[in-house]
T-cell receptor, first 118, second 113 residues
């Protein structure tokens, strides 16, 4: 079974600075998807960025980028120019690319609570 | 708003009562998921539907839990004889096809007195 580990329960950063959230995962599969989701307090979980494992190029979405190290099974999220609205729980998640029963669910890490200091 | 809709947002009930939650996915999405999230933790998978067929159930889904998606549109999650340990946020997500990511609803927060 796949597992996802986020070793930083909490992180804080000054507004406008850069912060990196860590995520490692364990799988025996060669093709899969990785995601970062953001969950603001009492609000909906929103997809921030995703990475297909077969793509070597790291995904980027505006101020958000990832460092995907497939051999090391590492998938970190970098937030540049942090803004107050970035404060939230961030979850790293894994999904198999296999189209079979049992492979469709997201496996989440424990989450990292990000605080932005003004 | 055409996002995933969940009802109710909050449910408070006494231990031993039955509760039912509803999820309306994004209209063209054929895949629907239920997750449970306890305080300070990441969501854990409960069950998955493709159209009206329930294709996977987690070990977390005890025999007190049942989920349906009768016409391949909305879904319901029922918990019978609720216990203190059932207190959690119940999240619904949907997606279309094999490649697209899951879109989440706001969740239903269940509190057991």
């Amino acid at each position: 079974a796949q597992t996802v580990t986020q070793s930083q329960p909490e992180m804080s950063v000054q507004e406008a600075e850069t912060v990196t959230l860590s995520c490692t995962y364990d799988t025996s599969e060669s093709d899969y998807y990785l995601f970062w989701y953001k969950q603001p307090p009492s609000r909906q979980m929103i997809l921030v960025i995703r990475q297909e494992a077969y793509k070597q190029q790291n995904a980027t979405e505006n101020r958000f980028s990832v460092n995907f190290q497939k051999a090391a099974k590492s998938f970190s999220l970098k937030i540049s120019d942090s803004q107050l609205g970035d404060a939230a729980m961030y979850f790293c998640a894994y999904r198999s690319s296999l189209i079979i029963q049992g492979a469709q669910k997201l496996v989440f890490g424990q989450g990292t609570r990000l605080t932005i200091n003004p | 708003d055409t996002g995933v809709s969940q009802d109710p947002r909050h449910k408070i009930t006494k231990r031993g009562q039955n509760v039912t939650f509803r999820c309306d996915p994004i209209s063209e999405h054929n895949r629907l998921y239920w997750y449970r999230q306890t305080l300070g933790q990441g969501p854990e998978f409960l069950t998955y539907f493709q159209n009206e067929a329930q294709l996977e159930k987690s070990r977390l889904l005890s025999d007190r839990f049942s989920a349906e998606r009768p016409k391949g549109s909305f879904s319901t999650l029922e918990i019978q004889r609720t216990e203190q340990g059932d207190s959690a946020m119940y999240l619904c997500a949907s997606r279309q096809g094999d490649v697209q990511p899951q879109h989440f609803g706001d969740g239903t927060r269940l509190s057991i007195l």
